[in-house]
T-cell receptor, first 115, second 108 residues
Framework: KAGVTQTPRYLIKTRGQQVTLSCSPI?????VSWYQQTPGQGLQFLFE???????NKGNFPGRFSGRQFSNSRSEMNVSTLELGDSALYLC??????????????FGSGTQLSVL | GEDVEQSLFLSVREGDSSVINCTYT??????LYWYKQEPGAGLQLLTY?????DMKQDQRLTVLLNKKDKHLSLRIADTQTGDSAIYFC????????FGAGTRLTVKP
């Protein structure tokens, strides 16, 4: 079975731009969660999607949004980029929603640099 | 809020045992996990333990859980240079919370 795939692997953007990141979960997994990882803050939960519906949202501004498609693939969008948005964005999938305590399987992440 | 705490750094010599410690605050956590992150990669699930267990062994890995003290540890026997990575502890009870990660450096 293929693992969680995230594209692109690296992105360089400038302040004020917007960016879209993509995540393809493991086949059969319907839950996709997004995390932001920075050296100072560790792993911060952004949001979770299950069956095309956002189930949970972390404490991030409205500039961070996402969606999930009928094939469970998910995209995350960040608008009006700020320098502080530079981070590794990780996607994780699981068969069921996070609240069922399912194990999470992570992709390799998208490294976003905002200049 | 609930916190998961880990020491940030650990350095050991190749062949020694490594012990990475973690404390958590949610006594109702159902599962506790250890993830490994190598440079430039995502998090890889190493092992997990259910909260009604106090020990789990998987090859070179031993997980110990002290539920009374809310303390979790990961012991890596015969540590190798390939074990150098960041190790994250995580607790789960209707939500998953991660520690900040412990950077393990293995010296030859």
């Amino acid at each position: 079975k293929a693992g969680v795939t995230q594209t692109p692997r690296y992105l360089i953007k400038t302040r004020g731009q917007q960016v879209t990141l993509s995540c393809s979960p493991i086949s059969g997994h319907r839950s996709v969660s997004w995390y932001q990882q920075t050296p100072g803050q560790g792993l911060q939960f952004l949001f979770e999607y299950f069956s095309e519906t956002q189930r949970n949202k972390g404490n991030f501004p409205g500039r961070f949004s996402g969606r999930q498609f009928s094939n469970s693939r998910s995209e995350m969008n960040v608008s009006t980029l700020e320098l502080g948005d530079s981070a590794l964005y990780l996607c994780a999938s699981s068969p069921k929603p996070r609240e069922t305590n399912e194990k999470l399987f992570f992709g390799s992440g998208t490294q976003l640099s905002v200049l | 809020g609930e916190d998961v705490e880990q020491s940030l750094f650990l350095s050991v010599r190749e062949g020694d045992s490594s012990v990475i410690n973690c404390t958590y605050t949610d006594s109702s956590s159902t599962y506790l996990y250890w993830y490994k992150q190598e440079p430039g990669a995502g998090l890889q699930l190493l092992t997990y333990i259910f909260s009604n267990m106090d020990m789990k062994q998987d090859q070179r890995l031993t997980v110990l859980l002290n539920k009374k003290d809310k303390h979790l540890s990961l012991r890596i026997a015969d540590t190798q240079t390939g074990d150098s990575a960041i190790y994250f502890c995580a607790e789960s009870n209707n939500d998953m919370r991660f520690g900040a990660g412990t950077r393990l450096t293995v010296k030859p």
